[in-house]
């Protein structure tokens, strides 16, 4: 069984479908993502390093930018992005 949702090539981040201790290595698209911290089940990692107002994909979709810099392997979140859901943007 797959431990994460990966949908579309324009992700930048990925669903944990369990939950992942640092270290840890997840595979997506063909490459090996070390996780830089706690990623736990339902919450997004991400899985390229993301700039400080960066879009942020899931889905093939805009559902944020990013408030940080966000390192490949850490989790995806509100301490770190802002959402763009329902602002048109």
Do not use: W
């Not at 840890?24 to 991400?46: C, M, N, Q, Y």
């Not at 899931?58 to 990013?66: L, N």
């Not at 408030?67 to 850490?74: F, N, R, V």
Request: hydrophobic share 40%; aromatic share 6%.
């Amino acid at each position: 069984m797959d431990q994460i949702i990966y949908l579309d090539r324009k992700d930048n981040v990925a669903t944990a479908l369990a939950d992942f201790a640092p270290g840890e290595t997840i595979d997506v698209a063909g490459h090996t993502i070390r996780l830089l911290e706690r990623i736990p089940f339902g919450h997004k990692v991400s899985v390229c390093d993301i700039q400080k107002e960066g879009l942020i994909y899931k889905y093939g979709a805009v559902i944020g930018k990013a408030t940080q810099d966000i390192p490949a392997g850490s989790v995806v979140h509100i301490h770190n992005i802002t959402s763009l859901r329902g602002l048109g943007k």
